[in-house]
């Protein structure tokens, strides 16, 4: 898939479909990273979310994920503690998908 760079401004963010699948692209200090553009939670739309460095927050209910990694970082913020264990144990609580990117002149290329 190919997106045009532009569309991508410094500390921002695009979502962008892969088939029927989306994707989050985010500019981070000019370096882009490609990570599934859902939250695992409850399948919000990261790209409505807030971009803060390199963390991606999503606009539900506050998950965070590295975009550079797809590492989540922060799970839902008004679970407790032991529930957030019981969303890890049973798969519900999971990274996002990362996605190599390379720029090819004034696109990058997703992979």
């Known amino acids: ?13 695009v979502e962008v479909l892969d088939g029927s699948t989306p994707v989050l ?3 981070v200090g000019g370096n882009f990273y490609a990570v599934g553009g859902v939250c695992p939670h409850m399948r ?6 807030t971009l803060s460095g390199g963390t991606v ?3 539900c209910h506050g998950a965070s994920f590295d975009v550079k990694t797809g590492k989540i970082l922060s799970w839902v913020t008004s679970m407790s503690k032991d529930l957030v264990k019981v969303s890890q144990l049973f798969g ?3 990274d996002l998908k ?3 990117v390379q720029v090819e002149g004034d696109f990058l290329e997703l992979s």
Not at 1 to 13: E, L, P
Not at 44 to 49: I, V
């Open 1 to 13: 898939m190919k997106v045009n760079i532009s569309a991508v401004g410094q500390g921002g963010m």
């Open 25 to 27: 692209i985010a500019n």
């Open 44 to 49: 919000c739309r990261l790209a409505k979310g």
């Open 57 to 59: 927050t999503c606009p």
């Open 92 to 94: 519900w609580a999971k």
């Open 98 to 100: 990362t996605y190599k």
